[in-house]
C-alpha cells in the first residue's frame, strides 16, 4: 500500500507492506530504523532482529540512504515517528542497494544542478511536481468545461511567432528551420475550424537573459478563440487562472504548506482581475521613483515593483506597438497602441500571460511584415487565414513554470520544472 493509505486507514495491529526507497536510517545494535519514502510520504519501519530472517536484518543495516525496499509489518501507533505511526517489521526486503548518495545537506546550488536527476527525489521537488500536475489538470478541466478543444500544433517550423532574436534554428533536410516559440499562428489556424482550442506545448527562447524567470525551453499552454475581442480574451484569461488557483488550494494543501505558501492565498484569487493602461502603468512606476519614458519596455524590476502590493494577479494593456509582436490589433483608442494585455502576477512574480486580439486586415499585417523587414514567405499560409472568411478573434499564452514559480513561491523558475534548460545548462 501507499504510506498515506496506511496512515489514513490502516488499522494498528494489522499487517502492511510498503515499498520505497530509504529516506534515513540508523542502527542500534539489534534494532534498524529506516524511514520509507514513497511518492505519498514517508514512514518508519522498525526492523528488530529478533522479528525478521537474519539475512534479512543484516540487509536492513547494510542498505544506505535511497536503497529501494520493500517492509512488511505490524501498524503500531508511534507519536515521534513521521506521521504519527511506525511499521514492526516482519519482512525487509532490499530490492537494490544504494552506492553512497552524493546529496547531503547543505550542498551548492551548482552541485544540486548537476545532481539534479537524484535531487528531484527531494520531498520540495516532488511537491512542485505534483502541483504542476495538478495546474495541468485543473486548467484542462477547465478548458473542456468552457467549450476549448485540445489541439496539437508541430514544434517543428519555419515560423518565427515572437521575432527573429531568440530563436534555436536547426536544419530540416537541408532547409533552415526553428524550434517554436509560440503554437499561436497554428491554434489561429484551428480556431476557424474549432473555434476554441488550446494546446499544451513546450516552447523555446534563446534567450541569455539570467533571470530567475526565463527558461529556455518551458511549457506553453495556449489558447486561440474565434469571435472574442481583447476584453472577452481577458475574461477567459481571469476564468482560467482562478481556475486553476482553486484547484490546487483544493487538492495540494499539503504541498503548498511544505513550500511555504498557504492554501489561503491562493483561495482569494477570483475574478475581476484589476487592468492597468501600460500608460497608467508608467506614472504608476514614475511616482515610485522609477525614471521611465512612455515607450520603454517593463522588465523584471518594472514588473516586480508594479506588482508587489497586489495579492490578485493584474492585467496591463495597450502596449506601444514598438514593444510587441507584428499581429496584434490595432487599438482605435490609443493609436500608438495595440489591443493587447498581459497579465502580471501578484507579489512580484510579474508576466505570466501575454496576450492579444489578432490583427484580421490582411494588407495591414503585409505591410508590418515589410516595414519590419521580415521576409514574407514562411508567412503565405497564415496571411492566408485573413482571406478566407477570417472573424475577430483573440488568444494567449501562458508560462507554465512562470504560474507555478509563483504560487508555489519559488525564488528561481528553474526549481519549476524538473530538467531546467537555462543558458548555462543542458545538463543532466
Ligand atoms: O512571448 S509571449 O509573451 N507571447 C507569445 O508567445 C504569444 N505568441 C502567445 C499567444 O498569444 N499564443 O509569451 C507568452 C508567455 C509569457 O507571458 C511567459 O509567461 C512565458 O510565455 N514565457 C516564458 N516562460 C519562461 N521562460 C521564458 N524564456 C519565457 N518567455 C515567455
Excluded at 53 to 80: H, M, N, Q, W, Y
Aim: hydrophobic share 35%; charged share 30%; glycine share 8%.
Amino acid at each position: 500500500m501507499h504510506i498515506s493509505d496506511v496512515i489514513r486507514s490502516g488499522k494498528e495491529g494489522s499487517e502492511y507492506s510498503i515499498r520505497g526507497w530509504i529516506y534515513r536510517t540508523r542502527s542500534s545494535g539489534s534494532i534498524v530504523f529506516s524511514v520509507i519514502r514513497d511518492q505519498t510520504g514517508i514512514m518508519q519501519c522498525t526492523v528488530k532482529k529478533s522479528d525478521v530472517p537474519a539475512a534479512e536484518f543484516d540487509a536492513a543495516g547494510k542498505a544506505l540512504i535511497e536503497s529501494s525496499v520493500e517492509c512488511t509489518g505490524i501498524l503500531k501507533k508511534d507519536e515521534r515517528a513521521p506521521g504519527g505511526f511506525e511499521l514492526r517489521a516482519t519482512g525487509f526486503r532490499v530490492v537494490a542497494f544504494a552506492d553512497p548518495f552524493p546529496i547531503t545537506a547543505n550542498q551548492s546550488e551548482a552541485f544540486l544542478l548537476d545532481n539534479r536527476h537524484l535531487w528531484i527525489r527531494s520531498r520540495e521537488q516532488t511537491a512542485v511536481m505534483k502541483i504542476k500536475e495538478t495546474l495541468l489538470q485543473g486548467a484542462r478541466e477547465w478548458f473542456s468545461e468552457s467549450g476549448f478543444f485540445e489541439v496539437t500544433p508541430p514544434i517543428l517550423t519555419t515560423n518565427a511567432c515572437e521575432g527573429g532574436t531568440t530563436l534555436f534554428s536547426l536544419k530540416y533536410f537541408g532547409e533552415d528551420a526553428y524550434l517554436s516559440q509560440s503554437a499561436q499562428m497554428y491554434l489561429e489556424a484551428t480556431a476557424f475550424s474549432l473555434e476554441k482550442v488550446f494546446a499544451v506545448t513546450p516552447s523555446f527562447r534563446a534567450e541569455k537573459s539570467r533571470t530567475p524567470r526565463h527558461l529556455t525551453e518551458y511549457w506553453h499552454m495556449e489558447a486561440e478563440e474565434a469571435w472574442v475581442d481583447n476584453e472577452g480574451n481577458m475574461k477567459i484569461q481571469e476564468d482560467l487562472i482562478s481556475a486553476i488557483a482553486s484547484a490546487i488550494a483544493g487538492r495540494r494543501k499539503d504541498e503548498l504548506e511544505l513550500l511555504g505558501r498557504k492554501a489561503e492565498e491562493l483561495k482569494v484569487i477570483e475574478p475581476p482581475f484589476e487592468r492597468l493602461t501600460y500608460s497608467k502603468a508608467i506614472e504608476i512606476l514614475n511616482g515610485k521613483g522609477k525614471e521611465l519614458a512612455w515607450g520603454d519596455d517593463l522588465g523584471t524590476d518594472e514588473e516586480r515593483l508594479l506588482t508587489e502590493d497586489y495579492l490578485k494577479p493584474v492585467f496591463v494593456t495597450s502596449y506601444p506597438k514598438t514593444l510587441k509582436a507584428f499581429y496584434m490589433k490595432d487599438n482605435e483608442e490609443d493609436p500608438r497602441t495595440y489591443k493587447c494585455a498581459d497579465m502580471l502576477a501578484p507579489e512580484g512574480f510579474g508576466e505570466i500571460i501575454g496576450g492579444s486580439e489578432r490583427e484580421t486586415d490582411y494588407s495591414k499585417l503585409v505591410r508590418r511584415l515589410e516595414e519590419q523587414k521580415i521576409p514574407m514567405e514562411p508567412y503565405r499560409w497564415y496571411l492566408d487565414l485573413r482571406k478566407f472568411g477570417s472573424v475577430p478573434h483573440s488568444g494567449f499564452g501562458m508560462g507554465v513554470e512562470r504560474v507555478l514559480r509563483w504560487i508555489c513561491r519559488l525564488e528561481h523558475i528553474r526549481d519549476a520544472t524538473p530538467f531546467p534548460r537555462t543558458p548555462s545548462r543542458i545538463y543532466p
